[in-house]
């Protein structure tokens, strides 16, 4: 994670390759573009933090917002309504690294059921439920690829997909919600297993095994356990000479010349100033949020509707993914907030199952979700129980080394309604219209939601925790996963991008991250996301090769 | 308070694991992790107390009797002990700056209905049922909101932030903050790894 000495290309001769965002794909591309003798830009809107600024701070983390978005944005249930301001959003990590930063590191593969499940169940009306144009088998190298170079502990459980090699490192250390979940588990006949983490169960590839500190999910791991990009493949791009990663860098517009190609892109520096970098092509990675904005703020004249969208589908068939919980507390102390969030999964409930009478599925993990000091008190006292005083002081005592969480999660449905678009009138700081969110779970994401809701009370009523309770299941107003909002397609009526993650419009752009998905999974999109990244690399970097850009 | 270096008894075992690595960046990424703690801790021990850089003596007697009877002290420490109305202070004047014209409105009514009543009193003269009262006539309003918030928050959060004084935030939740953890983390865990009953 130290930053190597990089190159500075100059802005007005083109680089090869301009990439915005250095997330999850964004370090993927950069390193397969710069490794195969390409010339990369990585703009990244956030700054670079070097290990030792990942603080155990909640406050300044989990409260403050310290490496996590902050432009405005919009929301609203359905495009009749005006969007406001405080009513939903979306969140994700601003800086070098992106949300891989600062993620849970839950490393699910998705199976092949997930590529062709249009195919399996027939179309569902009102949806965009449509097979990917790849399978999985296609990406299965991919996957291992990141197996192996970005590092993830694990091994393969029951109904898991076919893997070319076994996972590079053993599971991590149970914890107890483990314990309680794989003993209570195997009562009600499902069939747990070790999680598949992106963190380090033992040395890695130059990194050392994780040190059970706690502070995986929303923050930056200070040990480069967690196998984030600025961990992993940044360092080795930068290694290559050929890649220069411009931190505090925000896009706000891809630029195109009068044949239709893009020519580089317009960016506000860390002083707010603007530059132009110039670019033979230009790979967008900024997230399924950001990429749709950018995208559709970059009009002109040949693209009046946005950049690579003639199909209308930049922005269309957001995915969040569906999350449910119940929180139960036991007799003897967990300490759940030592180790890695989740040990322990089970995916009974993957495929969809007509007999439920809706479509959908998910996987189930125990885990320790808001565990935390500040979070813990704030938000997780059981419901009717005080909430001040001497009863909620005694609650807090007795209860914070005894919970544990068990989490739900699911698909969500591609429908054309829920979407990013451009708000009318919000603009963030740099005067650059915002983003609009419009979303609504599908009444059969609400439903497999409420299913596995009731399969994470089953599990602590059969583990006899003292107590636990649940939330209702309610539409959701906030997205941490940002799916399909650019996906990818073999015709350019009913897709943004080819099957390589070329625009269809637009011969010399790309774009690959979370947009590119075309259904959600069942939760835990990064590893997907990664090797979709890989694969995307690989193509593309053979593509500049063959002059075929 | 103890040094952050006693607190941290793995620290010597996460050195020691780095040795066959060859990981530099972290090794000298550590020392810019353990300055800023030791920093952070330094300023904690300063004594006596900070002068209030927002509240008024009265305001913080106020708000100091609110966070006492959210977080009260009873056989363990609360709000008093932690010193919360300190980091309450030190957030009005830093990230919660623009809450303190609205902190000012609500402990006006809040003093209003204290002086009726007992003529005269404010909110922190009454007796400890009386302010219960008081406080369970307000605990839906967003004044009381946010003094919980900024109480819990206050008590929990890590103490270079002027509250949880000597942890005994997270002294009371049992929370050790160390750098590092090893397992069995748990009663479960490590039942387990002795090969306990199997339910």
């Known amino acids: 994670m130290t930053q190597q000495p990089s190159p500075r290309f100059p802005l007005s001769a083109p680089v090869d390759f301009v990439i915005v965002g250095s997330g999850a794909a964004g370090g993927i591309m950069a390193k397969e573009l710069s490794t195969r003798g390409l010339s990369v830009v990585v703009l990244e809107q956030g700054p670079r933090l070097t290990p030792g600024q990942f603080e155990h701070d909640e406050l300044k983390y989990w409260l403050q917002g310290g490496i996590t978005n902050n432009s405005p944005v919009t929301f609203r249930a359905s495009e009749k309504e005006k969007a406001e301001r405080g009513r939903g959003g979306l969140l994700y990590a601003k800086l070098v690294g992106g949300s891989s930063v600062h993620f849970t590191a839950n490393f699910w593969r998705f199976r092949p059921i997930d590529f062709i499940e249009a195919t399996k169940l027939g179309s569902i009306a009102g949806t965009g439920l449509v097979d990917w144009p790849i399978t999985y088998e296609e990406l299965e190298p991919y996957y291992t690829k990141v197996d192996w170079e970005i590092g993830v502990s694990g091994v393969p459980g029951p109904g898991d997909p076919p893997r070319s090699r076994p996972y590079p490192m053993p599971p991590l250390p149970n914890k107890s919600a483990g314990v309680i979940f794989e003993r209570a588990a195997a009562k009600l006949g499902w069939h747990p297993t070790p999680a598949p983490m992106a963190i380090t169960s033992q040395q890695f590839n130059g990194r050392p095994p994780c040190q059970q500190c706690g502070y995986c999910m929303g923050f ?90 003639s199909s209308g589908l930049v922005g269309k068939y957001l995915m969040f993914n569906g999350g449910t919980t119940a929180t139960g507390i036991y007799e003897h102390p967990l300490n759940e907030y030592k180790g890695v969030q989740v040990t322990r999964i089970a995916m009974d409930w993957y495929d969809s199952d007509p007999k439920r009478g809706f479509y959908g599925g998910g996987g189930i993990d125990a885990r320790f979700d808001v565990n935390l000091p500040i979070i813990f008190a704030l938000g997780t006292v059981p419901p009717n129980h005080p909430t001040w005083g001497a009863a909620f002081k005694r609650y807090l005592r007795w209860g914070f080394s005894r919970q544990m969480t068990v989490y739900g999660h699911s698909t969500s449905l591609p429908v054309a309604s829920n979407n990013i678009s451009i708000d009318p009138k919000l603009k963030d700081e740099f005067g650059v219209p915002a983003i609009r969110v419009t979303y609504n779970d599908h009444p059969d994401d609400l439903k497999m939601a409420e299913y596995l809701q009731a399969r994470c009370k089953e599990l602590h009523d059969a583990a006899g925790a003292k107590v636990y309770w649940s939330n209702p299941v309610r539409p959701q107003t906030f997205g ?68 075929e850009i | ?83 919360v109305i300190y ?113």
């Open chain 1, 480 to 547: 941490v996963h940002l799916l399909g909002t650019c996906r990818m397609g073999n015709d350019a009526k009913s897709s943004v991008i080819d099957k390589y993650h070329r625009a269809h419009d637009v011969p010399n752009l790309f774009i690959c991250d979370g947009s590119s998905l075309v259904t959600s999974g069942r939760g835990q999109p990064t590893m997907t996301i990664m090797a979709l990244a890989f694969r995307a690399g690989e193509k593309i970097a053979e593509f500049a090769k063959r002059g």
């Open chain 2, 1 to 83: 308070m103890k040094p952050v270096s006693e607190w941290n008894t793995s620290r010597r075992d996460f050195v020691g694991a780095l040795a066959g690595v060859g990981a530099a960046w972290i090794v000298s990424d550590w020392v810019a992790v353990e300055s800023a703690l030791a920093h952070a801790t330094q300023a904690v021990a300063q004594q006596p107390p900070p002068a209030f850089a927002v509240l008024t003596a009265d305001e913080a007697a106020d708000i100091e009797a609110m966070a006492e009877r959210i977080m009260p002290s009873d056989e363990t420490p609360g709000a008093k002990e932690a010193g």
């Open chain 2, 87 to 199: 980091f309450i202070d030190r957030s009005l004047q830093t990230f919660s700056k623009d809450q303190v014209p609205f902190a000012r409105a609500g402990l006006k009514d809040l003093n209003k209905r204290a002086a009726k009543r007992k003529a005269g009193a404010r909110f922190s003269q009454l007796s400890t049922a009386e302010q219960d009262a008081l406080l369970k006539e307000i605990e839906n309003t967003p004044f009381f909101g946010g003094t919980r918030y900024l109480t819990i928050v206050g008590m929990f959060a890590n103490p270079s932030y002027g509250g949880n004084r000597d942890s005994i935030g997270w002294k009371l939740l049992g929370f050790e903050p160390h750098a590092a953890h090893k397992p069995p983390f748990g009663y479960y865990d490590a039942q387990a790894a002795k090969g306990g009953a199997k339910a």
């Open chain 1, 220 to 309: 930056g791991c200070e040990y480069g356990a967690k196998s984030s990009s600025l961990a992993t493949v940044i360092p080795i791009a930068e290694k290559t000479g050929r890649c220069e990663v411009r931190p505090n860098s925000f896009v706000r517009k891809v630029e195109t010349d009068k044949r239709g190609r893009v020519t580089g892109v317009v960016y506000f520096d860390g002083d707010k100033k603007e530059q132009r970098q110039l670019a033979k092509a230009v790979v967008v990675c900024a997230n399924g949020a950001e990429t749709s904005r950018l995208l559709l703020n970059s009009k002109s004249n040949a693209f009046p509707h946005g950049l690579a969208n």
